[in-house]
C-alpha cells in the first residue's frame, strides 16, 4: 500500500518558472527520497533526505524534511522543458523493514517551452 | 556507476504463456533486489523482495506461485509470471542498492519490462 500522497498530482508550468510538489506520509521514517519517471522508463534518484535533516539541495533541486508534519517538499527552480516527468517521493523505514521503498502517488509535471 | 539492466524492455505474447524478466546489477553486486508494479498514471507498488540465495519476500497481496522469483547470483534476480492473463499486462520495474554497509542508500533501478498479454 502506498505510504503516503503527493500533491498535487498533475503540475503545468512554463519554462522558467519553479515547480513545487510536496509529499505527505504516514509513519516514522529513516530517510525520504525523490525520484524522476520519463514515460515509459524506471526511475531515476534525485535526492534522499535523511530524518534528521531539514533542507537539502542538489543544482536546481530543494528538498524540505518536516518530520514533525510527516511532510516533505520538492522545489525544481528555474524549471526547463527537459524537466518533463514525474516526480514521486519515496519512504524507507530502515533495515527492520528490509529498507523497502513506498512510494507516493507521484506528481506528473509538464513544462511548456 | 551503479547501473541496473532489466530485459526485455517490452514484451507482447499470448495468455497462458509464461514469461521471464530480468534484472541485473551491472557493476555491483546486489544481496536485495526489488521488483514493483506499476499501472499506467499510478505510482509504483512492491510487489516482492528478491534474496539472493533464500526466498523471495512477497508483498501483501502478490501471489507467490504466480509471479515467480529467483535469485540465484549476486548481480541476477528474474520474475516469471506464469501462465499470464490480460489481467497481468502492467510495468514490471526491478531497482537495488549498492551494498556499502552504509545506511541511507538511494536505489537503482532498471528501466522497466512493458508486459502486454493478449
Known amino acids: 500500500s502506498q505510504q503516503g500522497e503527493e500533491d498535487p498530482q498533475a503540475l503545468s508550468i512554463q519554462e522558467g518558472e519553479n515547480a513545487t510538489m510536496n509529499c505527505s506520509y504516514k509513519?516514522?521514517?529513516?530517510?525520504l527520497q525523490w525520484y524522476r519517471q520519463n514515460s515509459g522508463r524506471g526511475l531515476v534518484h534525485l535526492i534522499l533526505?535523511?530524518?534528521?535533516?531539514r533542507e537539502k539541495h542538489s543544482g536546481r533541486l530543494r528538498v524540505t524534511l518536516d518530520t514533525s508534519k510527516k511532510s516533505s517538499s520538492l522545489l525544481i527552480t528555474a524549471s526547463r522543458a527537459a524537466d518533463t516527468a514525474s516526480y514521486f517521493c519515496?519512504?524507507?523505514?530502515?533495515?527492520?523493514?528490509?529498507?523497502?521503498?513506498?512510494f507516493g502517488g507521484g506528481t506528473r509535471v509538464l513544462v511548456k517551452p | 556507476g551503479a547501473v541496473v539492466s532489466q530485459h526485455p524492455s517490452w514484451v507482447i505474447c499470448k495468455s497462458g504463456t509464461s514469461v521471464k524478466i530480468e534484472c541485473r546489477s551491472l557493476?555491483?553486486?546486489?544481496?536485495?533486489m526489488f521488483w514493483y508494479r506499476q499501472f499506467p498514471k499510478q505510482s509504483l507498488m512492491l510487489m516482492a523482495t528478491?534474496?539472493?540465495?533464500?526466498?523471495?519476500?512477497?508483498e501483501q497481496g502478490v501471489e507467490k506461485d504466480k509471479f515467480l522469483i529467483n535469485h540465484a547470483s549476486l548481480t541476477l534476480s528474474t520474475l516469471t509470471v506464469t501462465s499470464a492473463h490480460p489481467e497481468d499486462s502492467s510495468f514490471y520495474i526491478c531497482?537495488?542498492?549498492?551494498?556499502?554497509?552504509?545506511?541511507?542508500?538511494?536505489?537503482?533501478f532498471g528501466d522497466g519490462t512493458r508486459l502486454s498479454i493478449l
Open positions: 531497482s537495488a542498492s549498492v551494498p556499502t554497509g552504509v545506511r541511507n542508500q538511494p536505489q537503482h
Open positions: 509513519t516514522s521514517i529513516n530517510n
Open positions: 533526505i535523511r530524518s534528521n535533516e
Open positions: 519515496a519512504t524507507e523505514m530502515g533495515q527492520a523493514a528490509g529498507n523497502k521503498l513506498t
Open positions: 557493476d555491483f553486486q546486489a544481496t536485495t
Open positions: 528478491s534474496n539472493e540465495g533464500s526466498k523471495a519476500t512477497y
